[in-house]
């Protein structure tokens, strides 16, 4: 159990597509495959799961904070909740419990978006299976995206067109404050100050200031694709109507 926590991991590393990262990502899609089924349950029952998903983002998250302060490498630098999916965690949970709108909006394009990335190539460094870093960053991305699938499929919530132009322009005036955030603390909050010291997507992109731009398009195609089975389906019905009248 000490080794679970331990900040230096002597056990097996993280391997990209390895079993244990198979498993994980496995494990979330019946996740979201089993929450389907609750799409005609009654309200009180789909209370109780939210509520449960909520406590968990929230549970783990906290661990995380105490588990970085526990092992002393919690820094305003690196630990305030000001990456995406660190936001989303804790705004996500509170769409949960409310069934806002606005909030879904965000959770829908940049939870999705940005925590599937996360869990296709999670930032674990050597922290493999079976050590506490796995588990809390497959439980944290994985309920992020599963809280906006659930809203979407469950609850019966939809984007919009609005909705993707609304997230685009509030993201990028919020990248614009986490920039000035990070020089006044010498931090990179969604890497958009420089490259992370880590391998990550942005190694094959070009340096700092270009990199910025292809980030901007990849967002923009993922908005895109996101949103495409609305665009298809409102389509389909517009057509389906023409024809009948």
Not at 52 to 60: C, D, K, P
Not at 86 to 109: A, D, P
Request: glycine share 8%; net charge positive; proline share 5%.
């Amino acid at each position: 159990m000490e080794n679970f926590f331990a900040k230096d991991w002597n056990g097996a590393p993280f391997v990209f597509l390895g079993p244990a990262h198979l498993f994980a990502l496995g494990l979330i899609v019946l996740l979201n495959i089993g929450l389907a089924r609750f799409k005609n349950a009654p309200e009180g029952t789909r209370r109780w799961i939210a509520l449960t998903m909520a406590i968990v983002l929230w549970l783990n998250e906290l661990g995380w904070h105490i588990w970085n302060y526990a092992v002393g490498q919690w820094r305003l630098d690196t630990m305030l909740p000001l990456h995406v999916c660190s936001l989303l965690v804790w705004t996500g949970g509170l769409m949960l419990l409310t069934k806002n709108y606005t909030i879904y909006e965000f959770c829908y394009f940049l939870g999705i978006g940005g925590a599937t990335q996360a869990l296709m190539t999670p930032d674990l460094g050597v922290y493999g299976y079976p050590h506490y870093r796995f588990f809390q960053t497959f439980i944290s991305h994985g309920l992020i995206v599963t809280a906006a699938i659930y809203m979407t499929v469950v609850e019966g919530f939809r984007p919009t067109w609005k909705s993707l132009l609304r997230v685009a322009v509030l993201s990028n005036i919020y990248m614009g404050i986490v920039f000035l955030v990070n020089l006044a603390l010498g931090s990179n909050y969604m890497f958009i100050n420089h490259k992370p010291p880590t391998a990550s997507l942005l190694d094959v992109l070009p340096e700092w200031p270009v990199y910025l731009l292809y980030l901007e398009g990849i967002g923009v195609v993922v908005f895109l694709l996101l949103y495409l089975p609305f665009a298809v389906r409102d389509w389909r019905t517009a057509r389906r109507t023409q024809t009948e009248s």
